[in-house]
């Protein structure tokens, strides 16, 4: 589509056919479209009518008719919507839509003159007309009934900054190409890429380095505009000059403007200049746009609305998913920053550092939490908070939401810096970094030396959560552990290294709380972290949330408040609490008691409806594997271990688990289908089934007609090849073989060795694994054939198979041999009960995956897990075991959905008792008891696997990720061809 007309055509086409299909929502019948309706002073271009002819609603679709047919108009822009309005006005419809062909905003019709903040709006950006067309019907009907919510007020006014910046980008774009030609320009930019570390990225894909760097330049200046307006509205700001904003165009210009205004409001965190963006010419289209917006602006109150929500949002939803990705750039929630802040803030002198700060959060928890502690004066407070970021833009809305804290009060100085928080060093008195704020020294090149930041009493964050292997720079990110004598695992996500650098900035006694992944408690990588801290911290308290308690998903996170101490012996006895946080707390005091609660005994847990606290003196949490455990775990599973523990055994007790079979190459080894040997013409003597996974059987008996995976097994053929062999031979054992091989008229296997040997399998120093294995390089030995299988890793299924037909296996599933006397069937039966797969949920291994973290076992794992001892188990017992999990193994196969679930509720019921589970005080069974008990359990695996699910993928990537809570808002909407921008209210910083 490229011009106008065409919007208005396709617009008005869609709509007419969903007409046509009948289009009635909430009562109200759609019956017409009427485009190009003419009207004083102009034409409506599209009238949706409803029964009576009445019209609805007004669109107004428009496109400037520019040489770029991507570049539309904006649907926020007053002139835009003051036309539309005026003709929804004097048709008498009650509402109206602006549309540029990739955003649809939706007004209620207003008198004109209702500032940005009072209209009522909604917003969509369109992917498909064509079903978009359909779904809008509904939705103008929808809000008309109050069934469809407006945008919340400030979301308007978030929109209407979005799409001021992507057009101002554009523009930006286009004076980019212009400098493009200017030398001067071109080397300052390379070298501006280069200290971003874009070089070779700049080298692969030169636009989408003009993409960030011309999103950031708009950014940057949308900033200067909407604070300026902010500085005139606010009372303390009296000298702030007369900015013509006509006038910005030329660089020059606007250059001068901002200095006289930095010159009289002293505010460089803002309007500090920066040559490689500021030297961007306005294009006159971008003039344009930065005199509607200034004039909109002009219209409603900043002073008063403009406040840390705002900013917050403007962190949270302008800056597009894939830039937020990279620089984990994610909004804290206003309720952690206040549980955080009040947990380390103890005192009215304490100075507080953010070395992630993004939109400046913590920053504002800080300075609210020394306000409440008695300090106030503006200026003092600003002096005692400092932030980082490695990134302008947030730092810049750190910058104003401090400022904003007391606007009848100048700021003169907020001490956020732009750096990589890695690049500073400590102990450097003075640091050369590029500043936000404003500075002491100017040097040539527009840096400045300062002393920062200083030993602070307290350093907050949510440090940004990037996967170890995306990290831009690990080397500088680990740079200072050598100097601290640790090392961090080289798989630890990049938070690890907050943890380890802040604490170079911390006193002795100073407290630091962070919002982190989860993964450091229960990851492989942890345990060095851990140790830097069991000998550096006196580890108070480490915090999970139901993430419910969240307008937006907090997923696989926690709260770890530490406090410094040089004194091992303090260290060591000091308390730490576990917490798990189920329930809303009002009162954030109340939840600073459960999580500093010092009466309980260490080594016990408090379980309510509520919370769990695990108490544990320092010492012996340094022994234990698993904290997390401890904060997710379902009771059931304590008790288990407390109360059942003499029970129970661990499985090697009763059975040996080994490694699964390897083949030195899979993919030549393995087929995954019939038709790929069979493509060889591969002899079917020559090819055996191979358990690969438990997943293509959805059953607990392994059976010879179950799918499954082919290998080339040879391993009989040579052995009576070479075992035939009389005398000495003189050529090597694979020549035998295939000569034979050749005179029984195997060509199809001769034709595949072939294809082996020219990728070198035979080549025992180009494939030395598979030349290992068995006598001869094609022979890869004889997999183990166990009678009971355990996976070595699972997603939601936990069964144990039983292998009578003698499948081999692979080593992904681990071979389970019974020792003698243990009867097979009793044992399948235990491990197939509920009561293992919580068991194994307990002490497997959560290993992270794109749709769901799956459980993993190693060998080791799988030998120490907790099993009931059947060797303790009366006749009577195994009896009932045995005849559960045989009627399962003979009738599962016949068996419906809810057949299942009766036989695994059977066998449930029969191994609990046996360990005395559903037993009453006087050790009588209690059958009431012991299906509470079942379902007990039951529910704890569903519970477990749930949590499981919702770590997994893209989501954990992200600390507070938003993805997930898109992802659901399209679902809950349901609403075809679009998605919605912006939906939902964001909690204020007082609802505790
Ligand atoms: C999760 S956000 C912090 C959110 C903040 N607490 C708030 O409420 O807005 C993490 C921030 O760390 C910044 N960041 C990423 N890497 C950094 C580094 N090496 N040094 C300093 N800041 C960094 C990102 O730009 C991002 O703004």
Redesign the pocket.
Known sequence: MSSEAEIHFELYRHLMNAIEEGASHYGITYTNVEPEQSLEGGYADLVVETERGDPFFIIEAKREPVDDPDRGIDPYSTQVIDQASRYATRLGAPYFATYNGRKLVLFKTFERGVSLLDRKSRDYEVEDISEFAGALLGEVAGVDNDEVEWNPHSDTFISRLDSFHSLLQDEFRDSLESKLDDDSFVSEYEEWIGDQGWTEDYEDDPEEVHTAYTSQASYLFMNKLVFLKLLEDADAYVDVPDVDLGDLAEPEARRQAFDDLMENVDFEAIYEQEEIFDSLPLTEKAQEEVNLLTDELESYDLDDQFDYDVI?QI?KEIIPAEERHD??????PPRV?DLITRLTIDDETDDVL?????????LVGAYNRLSSLGVDDHEDILSQVHG????RF?AHLSAINLAVQDLSTETHNTNIEV????NVIHGQDRVTVDRASVGDDEDDDGSYEVDFPPIVDAVV????YIRSGQIDDVENAGSHLEGLGYELDGNSD?YCYFFTHAYEFLEEEGKMGFLTSNRWLSADYGEELQEFLFDNFKIHSVIDFRQQMFEIPLISTCITILEKCNDPEERRENRTNLVHIKDRFDDLEELVDVVRDDDQEFGTMNINSRFRRATFRQDTLRDMERWDRYLFGPKIYFELLSEYEDQLCSVDDLADVSRGFTSGDNDYFYFQEQNEYEEWGIEEEFISPLLKHISPTEYIDLKEEDPTWYYLDATEYVEDVLDAQTGFEDRDDAEVVKEQLEEDGYDGVIAYLEHGENQDLNDADESPTVMQKGRVWFDIGEPDKPPLILAKEYWRDARVLRNTSGIALDQRNYPVEPHDGIDHLVLLGVLNSSLMAMIREMEGREQQGMAMNRNELTVGDAEDMRIPDIRDFSEGEADSIRSAISEWLEEEREASEDEQDEFKQKLDRAVLPAIGFGEDEDGELDEELLDERVEEIQQAVEDLLERREQGAGLETEV?IGDEREEEEEVDEFDLAGATRISDGGQSSISDW
């Open positions: 917050g962190y620089l984990g750039q994610y909004y804290t920053v953010d070395p992630a700060c993004g939109s400046g959060g913590f980082i970021d490695i990134n947030p750096t990589d928080f890695f964050a949510n440090p940004p990049i600390l």
